[in-house]
């Protein structure tokens, strides 16, 4: 109007309350026509980007109470908005493994900086853009290298210090709104399995020092983890024998591989899976066999060679986690002693490293077999120091030992002892077993056309050390003296056929001699006068009596040594006398009467 406006107050009042500015008059106001204005200010911050637009529910007016009636009443009103931008870094960390790996195997940490806010960022020089606080055990890493650029101005420095990657302003820098980005990345190598989290005793952040106002702060941490496994292959080696076995026996040598990690082990086409020199002397191999495979995948070849056990892929391999295969062939010692494995070499699995693991000294194997084994003997004896009379029997007695480490075992129907009797003038009695030692099992003793035979009624074992029996059978009289020796035109042996594998074969045999002796006494007669003489003349008979024969002529007293009944008509005769007596033990008296010429001993 033109004329003054009149307030009923003398003061202008103003000031802002619950986000509303109210000016009012504090005593009579008056706003001269024309010229009359005021202008009020206030200062506005943000604390967040977008529009602030005014007024806000609300209005921006004077006489906002229509108090003072005006020429126009819809120009009272006021507004005004003002857009507020802001920056909103990120960082996002990522790997190329997926998040995990197996120990051998590098994996690249890349960190990937924006700007997605619709404000640029600007970084002073020197201030520091991007921290990541590294894991620090078992892992190293390469240099951090700076890709994919967009939107930046400036030179940004990274680098990774005391497991610590830095990237700071080398110059002044802004990172675009909107699309402004970069990636830094860097290679990790660990050095044992777990896993590796990022970040780990600190922060993995753009703007760590909140230099950069934002609007949002809650998007400036990276994290990432890595978890590294590995394989861990072992190989055990058994016997079916509790470490004893037996000459000529088989046992079976067992080879358990398996992965105890938390990863597979994948072998290549050819690759070297298991090797295993054995021992190489007196000992023969069968054919390798497997068993029990779990968590296996592809073709495992193996086989003996020269002693030597190999498995191999045939194809690509892969033993998972908790992954196994048993691996087994039977081995037969021909002589006594200790069979290391290995032998000149190694037993072990992944022999040539081609797989890293979380534990390599793990991967031998071993395992001792100690073989035994029998020792037959068979020792005969008589019972008459080797010579016997004519017309007296004796005792043969054949005693079979095992003095071996090692039981010796047959089976049903083995012959056990052989013994070829001589056959001439000479017939046995039955064979009878005594003092038996150790022996499990039947054994049955005949003779049959001059052999004795004992052979295993069932299983037999003659126990180690003190196994052992006797075999007696009578020599009934021969009927002609000589030499009855034994084995005659055969063997006289324990294990005939070689059936038990021995330390010793050459003690098998067993043999005696008898002689039996007879007396082969003569008497010869003569005289001195050639057979003739003439009336009136004496002569003088001889009798030479001797033993021609193998023993001695044995008389009890009194028994005739000689008679002679000499001719009685128109003869006479003197005494008898003994001369030239020679290998005479005792008395021998020699008289004639009534014509009779009679020594008897005395």
Not at 50 to 79: H, I, M, Q, R
Request: hydrophobic share 35%.
């Amino acid at each position: 109007p033109p004329r003054s406006t009149l307030f009923p107050y003398t003061t202008l009042f103003r000031s802002i309350a619950s986000n509303t500015l109210t000016c009012s008059a504090s005593g009579a106001v008056s706003i001269a026509a024309t010229t009359g204005a005021f202008d009020v200010s206030f200062v506005a911050t943000p604390t967040g980007a977008g529009s602030f637009v005014n007024p806000t529910a609300g209005v921006c007016k004077a006489d906002a109470g229509s108090v003072v009636s005006e020429s126009d009443e819809t120009n009272n009103t006021c507004t005004d908005t003002v857009t507020v931008t802001a920056p909103d870094l990120t960082a996002v960390k990522t790997d190329d493994v997926s998040h995990a790996t197996t120990l051998g195997n590098s994996w690249t940490w890349k960190v990937h900086v924006a700007n997605t806010g619709n404000a640029a960022a600007p970084f002073a020089t020197g201030q520091t853009i991007l921290t990541d606080n590294l894991p620090s055990t078992n892992i190293g890493y390469g240099s951090a290298s700076m890709a994919n650029a967009v939107g930046i101005a400036g030179t940004i420095n990274c680098a990774i210090a005391s497991n610590t990657l830095t990237c700071t302003a080398g110059t002044p820098v802004t990172i675009a709104a909107t699309t402004g980005a970069f990636d830094v990345s860097f290679l990790a190598t660990p050095t044992a399995i777990g896993s590796f989290v990022n970040p780990t005793g600190g922060v993995c952040a753009v703007d760590p020092g909140l230099v950069i106002a934002e609007s949002s702060e809650a998007n400036n941490s990276c994290s990432d983890t890595v978890t590294v496994t590995t394989p861990d292959l072992t190989a055990t080696k058994s016997n079916n024998v509790s470490g004893t076995g037996t000459a000529g026996i088989p046992w079976t040598w067992k080879v358990h591989l398996a992965n105890a990690g938390n990863a597979p082990a994948n072998f290549l086409t050819g690759a070297t899976i298991l090797t295993d020199n054995l021992p190489t002397t007196n000992i023969v191999y069968g054919s390798a066999s497997q068993s029990g495979a779990s968590g296996i995948t592809g073709a495992i070849n193996c086989s003996i060679s020269s002693n030597v056990l190999t498995c191999s892929a045939n194809g690509a391999v892969s033993i998972a986690a908790s992954g196994s295969v048993d691996v087994s062939f039977t081995a037969t010692a021909s002589v006594a002693g200790s069979y290391a494995n290995p032998t000149a070499g190694v037993c072990a699995v992944d022999p040539n490293n081609v797989i890293t693991e979380s534990l390599e000294n793990n991967n031998s194997c071993s395992d001792t077999v100690s073989v035994n084994s029998a020792d037959l003997t068979a020792v005969k004896t008589d019972n008459v120091s080797g010579t016997v009379n004519l017309g007296t029997g004796w005792t043969w007695k054949i005693h079979v030992g095992n003095s071996g480490s090692a039981a010796a075992n047959f089976s049903t129907g083995n012959t056990i002892l052989t013994d070829n009797l001589p056959s001439t003038n000479i017939t046995y009695g039955s064979a009878s077993i005594s003092n038996a030692s150790g022996i499990t099992g039947t054994i049955n003793c005949a003779i049959a056309t001059n052999t004795l035979t004992c052979t295993a009624g069932n299983a037999v074992t003659i126990a180690a050390t003190t196994g052992g029996f006797d075999v007696s059978f009578t020599v009934n009289a021969p009927t002609a003296a000589g030499s009855y020796v034994n084995p005659t035109g055969g063997v006289c042996s324990v294990d005939p056929a070689n059936v038990v594998v021995e330390s010793n074969e050459g003690n098998n045999s067993c043999t005696d001699t008898v002689t039996v002796t007879a007396v082969d006494l003569t008497a010869v007669k003569t005289d001195n006068v050639s057979n003739a003489t003439t009336l009136g003349n004496n002569w003088t008979w001889k009798i030479h009596v001797a033993n021609s024969g193998t023993t001695g002529a044995n008389f009890a007293n009194g028994n005739t040594v000689l008679t002679d009944n000499l001719p009685s008509s128109n003869i006479g005769y003197g005494s008898a006398s003994m001369s030239n007596a020679s290998g005479i033990t005792g008395t021998i008296n020699c008289s004639i009467a009534s014509n009779t010429l009679t020594c008897s001993s005395s």
